[in-house]
């Protein structure tokens, strides 16, 4: 029996966050998009999948530094570049990436008279950012999971950036589940439950300001934890069965070679290759690399995905499904 990698459950746990976190607000990339442009740096949707790129490549700067001994601790200066990496680019250049907002904003609406939210004036925001720094860092009593819950509507409700306050205020949650030591790596993806219940979210959130009802917002939070908790243990059984099965598959075939099944051990992490990339994780030539895929091929596993005759592209698909599952975007 295969053992199971937390490697290969922390790459499709951190992409599904990513995509479905920067689902919530609209972003119309997929999980196949995500896998196709970091297999080839193509893609037609160049801002939504460097939106999902950006988030990855946020959350991995901060969890190293976090975990860096002389890296940044979980505070206002570590959100901002958590804040700088999420806007990178594209559409979030005019969004001041990396800077605490210094004009009013709102949520909803066309201006603060109509909007949903209002959230504190520029001048404000900085010392509300203090004292939530302060407020992680000192005990009050509350079990942790709690706090994260509070942490996060606090963040939602100082709306620090002029924009991604929903996304940096999710990557928080992730960051001090791992830093209060209740996970050891972020397998936690809230998002998808916050999606499925959006309306529900963003009132809770509301009703935290207008009614001072913690209570309901920490129920609803604690219920997503559980809800994500389940269907994490779901998706990484069967993540795990099915990488079994196949490895199975893969090492009785009659093409399976020594190379081939060193390629399958690399799939799950790299679930859409080309030779050329085949080559580089094997440290192995051209023709080598051609065999193991052609073997993969032959055992079922991969499946040539361009129909062109160069610059093939073959993807790992009932594992890609299985990951995809829940982030499909939904047609207005
Ligand atoms: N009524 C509310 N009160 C406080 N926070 C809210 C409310 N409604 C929504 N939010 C939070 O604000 C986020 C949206 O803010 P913003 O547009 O700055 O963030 P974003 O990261 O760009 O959106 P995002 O969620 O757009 O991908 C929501 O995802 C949610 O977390």
């Known amino acids: 029996m295969t053992v199971p990698s937390l490697q290969w459950f922390l790459y499709g746990f951190v992409r599904k966050e990513a995509v479905i976190s920067s689902q919530i607000e609209g972003t119309q990339a997929t999980f196949e998009d995500l896998i196709t442009f970091e297999a080839t740096r193509q893609t037609d949707r160049d801002d939504d999948v460097e939106e999902i790129c950006n988030y990855v490549a946020a959350l991995e700067y901060a969890r190293a530094e976090v975990a860096r001994p002389k890296g940044l601790p979980i505070c206002t200066r570590l959100l901002c570049q958590i804040h700088k990496r999420l806007m990178h680019g594209v559409r979030g250049a005019e969004k ?43 005990e009050d009593g509350f079990p942790p999971l709690v706090r994260a819950g509070l942490a996060h509507v606090q963040f939602e409700t100082i709306h620090p950036f002029l924009d991604g306050n929903g996304r940096v205020g999710r990557l928080l949650i992730t960051l001090l589940v791992e830093h209060w030591k209740l996970l050891s790596a972020p397998l936690l993806y809230l998002s998808l439950s916050f999606k499925r219940h959006r309306e529900e979210y963003y009132r809770r959130l509301s009703a935290v300001r207008t009614d001072g009802d913690f209570e309901g917002w920490i129920g609803f939070f604690l219920d997503a934890v559980r809800e994500a908790a389940d269907d994490a243990v779901e998706a990484a059984t069967r993540v795990f069965r099915l990488l079994n099965d196949d490895r199975r598959l893969v090492t009785s075939h009659k093409a399976a070679t020594v190379t081939s099944i060193r390629l399958f051990d690399h799939l799950p992490e790299n679930p859409a290759i080309t030779v050329a990339m085949a080559a580089e ?43 995809a599952e829940d982030t499909e975007v939904q047609k207005p």
């Open 96 to 138: 001041q990436p990396g800077i605490v907002r210094t004009s009013q904003n709102w949520i909803g609406g066309s201006r603060p008279g109509n909007a949903m939210f209002v959230p504190p004036p520029p001048e404000n925001v900085p010392e509300a950012l203090a004292l939530l720094d302060r407020w992680v860092h000192q």
């Open 281 to 323: 994780l094997l440290g192995a030539t051209k023709p080598t690399a051609i065999k193991a895929v052609q073997a993969l091929v032959h055992a079922g596993v991969l499946e040539e995905s361009t129909g062109k005759k160069r610059d093939r592209m073959y993807r790992y698909h009932r594992y890609l499904s299985l990951l």
